[in-house]
């Protein structure tokens, strides 16, 4: 689904909750996920004025998909090939364990609500193993974000941590919710541990850090255990790696992407980069972008990285669900 597509979709959402009034919308915003309320929330902001024919359309259309639902059978066999199939089987393996085992993970959940810098005020005085425990169950921006906070001892430490964690045992956790005041509830001790933590996920958390503090982030790992480094750098997919995907990934790429933030993305890009870019584009659309680049101001590098970062998780999202293969991905060989 395009960008815009999805942009459409949050405002017709907000435009839905808002005509609810505040009781109803609260309940339905209480089920919702933090990016996803805080999405809708921005969308309801930017709302000036709608018209009274804007909203029976939106109502209109809610009606005729609800009417379309039916009821059906789920049993757990089901949720767990639907989980792999969306994430992968790596991905899908600690959250099926999560949610099958009944562990309470509402601590967690807490945090995921908090933005950066109060979630690293909050745990950046507890041991560094405490710290890698807690950003793996958080997603890999918002741990990236968290640990950009931290000294650069401190950071370094974690992630190298992040990076040898092969899982979390229930003594672990149980440790964590002593030390974060119930952060995490009690995993029971006959609970298999948790897939969490290792070098993929050490590597999609740099992903987000920054240029700056990922070069020195590397740099100590690679003090401490050269090839572990290494390996964290071969499961890193930066904006530069674009130039790895075949043409056909950066065209089915560049349907979901939004002009404006592809030029902002592109400011920081090098040259052949742009042209790979350039050259999966119909001539017209291509000299168009070129006039933009070249019409646009200078631009923050922070804003630059952050378009980068939304591209980067386009890029991820299509890789997981098979449509392209990103440089470095791994994957079976063809001949």
Not at 68 to 81: E, G, R, S
Not at 165 to 194: C, F, S, W
Not at 236 to 257: A, H, K, P, S, Y
Request: charged share 30%.
């Amino acid at each position: 689904m395009a960008a815009s597509q999805l942009s459409d979709g949050v405002e017709k959402s907000a435009i839905l909750l808002l005509s609810l009034g505040q009781d109803d919308a609260a309940e339905v915003l209480k089920n919702l996920g933090p990016k996803d309320v805080q999405k809708i929330g921005q969308a309801m902001t930017a709302l000036k004025q709608v018209s009274r024919a804007r909203i029976e359309a939106v109502l209109d259309e809610f009606t005729e998909q609800t009417a379309l639902d039916t009821p059906v059978v789920i049993d757990n066999d089901t949720i767990k090939a639907m989980l792999n199939k969306a994430l992968g089987d790596d991905r899908a393996a600690g959250i099926i364990s999560r949610i099958m085992s009944g562990n309470d993970m509402a601590g967690i959940e807490g945090l995921k609500w908090m933005d950066a810098v109060s979630v690293a005020d909050l745990i950046r005085n507890e041991h560094p193993q405490i710290i890698a425990t807690i950003l793996v169950h958080l997603e890999y921006d918002h741990a990236g974000e968290i640990l950009k906070q931290f000294t650069d001892r401190l950071r370094n430490d974690v992630l190298v941590r992040i990076a040898t964690l092969d899982g979390v045992q229930p003594t672990a956790l149980r440790e964590l919710n002593d030390a974060m005041t119930r952060i995490l509830a009690g995993a029971a001790a006959n609970t298999k541990k948790a897939a969490m933590g290792g070098i993929r996920h050490a590597a999609e958390i740099l992903n987000f850090v920054g240029q700056a503090a990922e070069t020195t982030i590397v740099d100590s790992v690679r003090e401490y255990d050269p090839e572990l480094a290494q390996k964290i750098l071969d499961e890193m997919f930066v904006f530069e790696n674009m130039l790895d995907i075949d043409d056909r990934g950066i065209q089915l790429l560049l349907r979901e992407v939004q002009s404006d933030a592809l030029i902002i993305a592109l400011k920081g890009a090098s040259p052949e980069l742009r042209d790979k870019i350039f050259k999966n584009m119909s001539q017209r659309a291509a000299e168009m972008l070129k006039e933009d680049l070249e019409s646009k101001g200078p631009v923050r590098l922070s804003e630059v990285e952050s378009q980068q970062k939304e591209i980067l998780k386009i890029a991820r999202r299509l890789s997981e669900e098979g449509q392209i293969q990103l440089g470095g991905a791994g994957g079976d060989d063809f001949v």
